[in-house]
Every structure is written in structure tokens, then in C-alpha cells.
């Protein structure tokens, strides 16, 4: 490992280094006074590496790992060319507010690990949307080290165009005809989750529970997602205190995740559900983390839609699965935003032209993205049905 001082930051690269049993080709930390930032680069066998920039408030080398093989996996299952990378910046003291210093602080830490690997690129990911990230590109060195812009840098509007949601969207579409319910409890109304749900609305499905990390509410009859959508487009994750006094309060946020609903949809962070012996390792990624044994025991749904990256263990997904959960795992259904990522960065001139241009082209990758989730999740459905264990059949479609 070398550490290499650049001005008031200090940096630590490895290479060819082994996280969990698993190998990668950089680990590349800058620290930044108290905040960390971290890179994991998975592999460089292709032209250029792409992986999301998350703000967390805690964070691990382990999770930044998982979450880069993750992206790879993606990529893979979607035939997009590209490998695998993740970046986590930790703010013990808070993710700053401002879009400006968190734009700082991505372009900071980009500037060093683009030194070590001209070909990496950074996208849009949790607290680090489109408008940070185009305020980023603004830095001409940097410009090609980033997708996931808005309209303006020439990006497609990963978050505004739902492109994640409208995947994960046709994987239950793909996966639920034979549901008789229809009811739905979306963990993380956020830039998937609210999207997800607005979508599935329109599609006839009840959501019946929502949460962010300032609370959960539910109703069995069924919330009024417009509005909150619209309250959560103006008012981010504070629309929660403001909902009607009518509607349920619950004090634990987790325990959405036990909701009596048909579709159970964890659209927040890694690690959310494990078995009882693995609460302990998987709490490093996760503090939040619950056991499977809650949701065996208060009736598991019908399917569980992973919009997040990597919410369950593979155990716990196994345990689900023998009890009838249908699991759609994440690397097959929520890779919808890589692909428009991947597609903006192909056609940036082209989305930078006039509005029938943009639209053409917004409709393309629309497409593809129906196109890919679609097929994967109709193959996914028959191996289950052969009797193979999802994630075996999901790491099949990441290595073919």
C-alpha cells in the first residue's frame, strides 16, 4: 500500500488487494479531515470501469467492495461493457447540505483516483444526484469521468426519468400475474422507491406502507402516493412529519419490512435483512440490519422486489425462498439506472441536441431497459420454477 500526500488530503492506494475473498484491482482512499471517501474498483478487463458515488453517514471498506462486485454483476446480466466500481463517501458528522460541498468533496477524491485509472466513471447514487454530479462535470478535467447529468451537461435525468423504478416496475409486472394481492410497502420513498410507486399505481397495485429514514406510515386501504410524491419532490425525506394525523405512525421504520403486504420492495441500503447468526458481521455494513426469522415469522410476502443493492443476504434470500418468496434479486431488476448511464455516456452529443432528439432518444433507452429487466426476470421465473436458488441463477447471468 502507498500513501501519497496531495495537498491537505491523504491517500491510500491498493492494488491487487483481496476484500471478503473477493479480489480487486484498487482500493483508493482519500481522507479529507474526518470524512473518508473510498473507491473499490473490481476489475479492469474492459475499456472503462462505471459504479455510483454514495453519502453515507457511516460506511466500511467491506461495503464498498460489495457494492462494486454488485455493479459488475450488473453489467454483466444487462451486456453492458463496462466493469465494476463503487464509491462510498462517509460523513460521521453529517452529510453536508449543500449540493456545492458535496460536489467538492466527489471531485476531490475523482481528481485522485482518476490519476490511478483514467477510465474510471462516476455516477448518480444516494444524496449524489444529477445536480451534484453535473456541478462536478463542470470541472473540464472531469467531464468525462462522469454520467447520470442533467439536461443541460447533455445527461438523460436518470432520477427524473425513473429509469431505475420503471426496470424494477417490470420485473414485479413480469413476476406477479399470478399474485391474487396487489398491496405493496416500498422501504426507502426516495428517488427509486417514490418513483417505483407512483409507477406501480398507475399499474393497479395499492401501495400500503412507505418509509425513509425519518419514518414509516401505512394504510392498509391504500396511501394517496400522488400526493406524497409531490410532497417528497418538494420536500425530500421531510415530507414524512408533515403526512395527515388519519394515517398510522409507527416509531420503528424497520419494521416495515414485516408489513402484511403481496410485494415487500427494500429500495434503501445494503444489508437489511439477515439470518439470526449473521446479525453480527452484516450490523458492520448495516446497524439497522433485522433478522429473516422476523418475517418468516409474521408471514413473508409473495415476492420481495430488491431495488436496493444487495438488501438481503444470499441465506436469507434461501430461507425466503423456501417458503414460497419469490425473489427478484437486484443485480437482474435495478439496472435500469446503470444502463441509462451507460447509455448517456455513449450519446451525450446526441442528448445535448433539440427535444425531439432528446425524446428519440429517451425512448430507446427506455426500451432497453424493459427489453433487458423484462427478458432476465422471465428466465429467472423458469429456473426458480426448475427449482435453482435465485442468486445462483443471478451470479449465472453475471458470469455468462
Keep these: 500500500m502507498t500513501v501519497i500526500n496531495i495537498a491537505s488530503s491523504t491517500v491510500e492506494h491498493a492494488t491487487d488487494v483481496e476484500i471478503d475473498g473477493i479480489g480487486f484491482r484498487h482500493l483508493i482512499t482519500s481522507r479529507h479531515g474526518n470524512i473518508i471517501a473510498r473507491t473499490a474498483i473490481h476489475t479492469t478487463n474492459l475499456p472503462k470501469r ?12 467491506e461495503e464498498v467492495a460489495h457494492l462494486a462486485v454488485g455493479m459488475s454483476e450488473k453489467a454483466a446480466a444487462a451486456n453492458v461493457p463496462i466493469d465494476g466500481l463503487k464509491c462510498l463517501i462517509e460523513c460521521p458528522d453529517g452529510v453536508p447540505g449543500a449540493m456545492t460541498d458535496r460536489a467538492a468533496l466527489i471531485a476531490a477524491h475523482l481528481q485522485i483516483a482518476r490519476r490511478i485509472d483514467a477510465d474510471i466513471i462516476f455516477g448518480p447514487d444516494m444524496l449524489a444526484p444529477e445536480s451534484v454530479l453535473s456541478l462536478v462535470s463542470d470541472a473540464p478535467e472531469l467531464t468525462n469521468h462522469v454520467t447520470g447529468l442533467d439536461r443541460a451537461h447533455g445527461g438523460i435525468d436518470i432520477d427524473g426519468n425513473a429509469l431505475t423504478a420503471i426496470g424494477v416496475c417490470e420485473a414485479i409486472l413480469n413476476s406477479c400475474t399470478t399474485i391474487a394481492g396487489r398491496s405493496v410497502a416500498v422501504q426507502g420513498f426516495g428517488a427509486v422507491g417514490a418513483e417505483l410507486a407512483k409507477l406501480l399505481v398507475a399499474e393497479g397495485y395499492r401501495i400500503t406502507a412507505v418509509s425513509n429514514i425519518l419514518g414509516l406510515i401505512r394504510c392498509d386501504a391504500g396511501l394517496d402516493v400522488a400526493e406524497y410524491h409531490e410532497a417528497w419532490r418538494k420536500a425530500g425525506d421531510a415530507w414524512i ?5 388519519k394515517l398510522e405512525r409507527v416509531c420503528d421504520i424497520q419494521a416495515i419490512l ?10 434503501a441500503r445494503t444489508a437489511v435483512i ?3 447468526e449473521e446479525l453480527a458481521r452484516v450490523a458492520d455494513e448495516n446497524p439497522d440490519v433485522i433478522a429473516v426469522e422476523r418475517l418468516l415469522d409474521a408471514g413473508p410476502p409473495s415476492v420481495i422486489a430488491e431495488a436496493a443493492n444487495y438488501p438481503l443476504t444470499e441465506r436469507a434470500e434461501e430461507l425466503l425462498q423456501d417458503e414460497g418468496t419469490l425473489i427478484l434479486p437486484d443485480v437482474l431488476i435495478n439496472c435500469g439506472g446503470m444502463i441509462g448511464c451507460w447509455y448517456e455516456y455513449e450519446n451525450r452529443q446526441a442528448l445535448l441536441g433539440d427535444a ?5 432518444s429517451l425512448d430507446t433507452c427506455r426500451a432497453r431497459i424493459r427489453q433487458v429487466i423484462g427478458r432476465n426476470t422471465k428466465a429467472l421465473i423458469q429456473a426458480v420454477a426448475a427449482g435453482r436458488y435465485v442468486r445462483d441463477v443471478a451470479n449465472s447471468f453475471a458470469k455468462r
Excluded at 412529519?241 to 394525523?245: G, T
Excluded at 425531439?356 to 428519440?360: F, I, Q
Design 356 to 360: 425531439s432528439e432528446y425524446n428519440r
Design 258 to 267: 414485516t408489513s402484511t403486504c403481496d410485494v415487500l420492495v427494500p429500495a
Design 50 to 61: 462505471l459504479g455510483g458515488v454514495r453519502f453515507v453517514d457511516r460506511g466500511s471498506v
Design 241 to 245: 412529519r408533515a403526512v395527515s394525523s
Design 274 to 276: 439477515a439470518t439470526e
